[in-house]
Nanobody, 114 residues
Framework: QVQLVESGGGLVQPGGSLRLSCAAS????????MGWYRQAPGKERELVAR???????SYAGSVEGRFTISRDNAKKTVYLQMNNLKPEDTALYYC????????WGRGTQVTVSS
């Protein structure tokens, strides 16, 4: 069983930065495909960024150039560095792990507002 715990969300002004963290347990972390999703009120959950076992990264077009996903296999943690945040980035951000099936964290709220 994979457990995922997110942290690092909060309230930030437009143009600001936040770094989200997701700590995994219960599995060999290096075997996981890791990702971040987000869901805004009234909208579908969407993929924000993903990093494969080999370290290849992909991003949603709306965050390309502003967000960076990274993983530390020794710490069993995946990060999402978010820069130049915009009000439309406001959402509940979920950590996702894939190992045959999907595992989800409970989410951390990011609010971008002046």
């Amino acid at each position: 069983q994979v457990q995922l715990v997110e942290s690092g969300g909060g309230l930030v002004q437009p143009g600001g930065s936040l770094r989200l963290s997701c700590a995994a347990s219960g599995v060999i972390f290096s075997s996981l495909i890791m990702g971040w999703y987000r869901q805004a009120p009234g909208k579908e959950r969407e993929l924000v960024a993903r990093v494969t076992r080999g370290g290849s990264k992909s991003y949603a077009g709306s965050v390309e150039g502003r967000f960076t996903i990274s993983r530390d296999n020794a710490k069993k943690t995946v990060y999402l560095q978010m820069n130049n945040l915009k009000p439309e980035d406001t959402a509940l951000y979920y950590c996702n792990a894939v190992l045959g099936v999907d595992y989800w964290g409970r989410g951390t709220q990011v609010t971008v507002s002046s």
